[in-house]
């Protein structure tokens, strides 16, 4: 898809032309991209790194909008780095993949968690690839690596997701993840 029919598909550009009248895309005033990272205070504070070993209780990374006004999520990013080679049956350098597998879900303001991807668990690196196609293994000669998976939701779907206020989008981790140097989840969208 061009960038122009992106820019016309997300309601918060506007066209202009600048003083050479080359058409230019911009933001509409007062309405800036922002990032939010996924961690345990569900506000974007404390550490994003999800290394820790959770096998014995499930924990959630999340992000729940405080804001009155809608969170509009185009992006979510996911990063795993670690210090060996990545294979299709690991997670991560974690030889065998992971037990439980990782979860994404939303949660409304009731409590009541609807889950992404038809529930998927995701356990295995290769697991990504049922979901989304960007899926980029870090090029770089040697280790570590670094597993990026994006949804572009806005273009894999059509439209982005959105989190009214009191609705939470949740990372639920129930595996030892302590052999990763890196695990981390970000929102990118704007409000």
């Not at 439980?100 to 690839?129: H, Q």
């Amino acid at each position: 898809m061009g960038i122009i029919q992106r820019a016309i598909d997300n309601f918060y550009h506007d066209f202009r032309t600048d003083l050479q009248g080359n058409l230019c895309i911009a933001p509409i005033a007062g309405v800036l991209p922002v990032h939010r990272f996924l961690t345990t205070a569900g506000d974007g504070t404390g550490s994003p790194q999800i290394t820790g070993n959770y096998a014995a209780a499930s924990t959630d990374f999340y992000y729940t909008n405080t804001s009155a006004t809608p969170f509009t999520v185009q992006t979510a990013l996911l990063s795993i780095a670690d210090a060996t080679t990545m294979d299709q049956a690991d997670y991560g350098g974690i030889t065998g993949g992971i037990t439980n597998g990782v979860l994404l879900l939303m949660k409304n303001p009731g409590g009541t968690e609807v889950p992404l991807y038809s529930g998927t668990a995701f356990k295995t690196n290769t697991n990504w690839l049922s979901v989304t196609s960007h899926v980029i293994l870090s090029r770089f000669p040697g280790t570590p690596q670094t597993l990026s998976i994006s949804f572009d939701l806005g273009s894999d779907f059509g439209v982005p997701l959105v989190l009214a206020t009191g609705w939470s989008f949740i990372f639920r981790a129930h595996d030892n993840f302590t052999g990763l140097l890196s695990q981390t989840v970000a929102l990118q969208g704007t409000f």
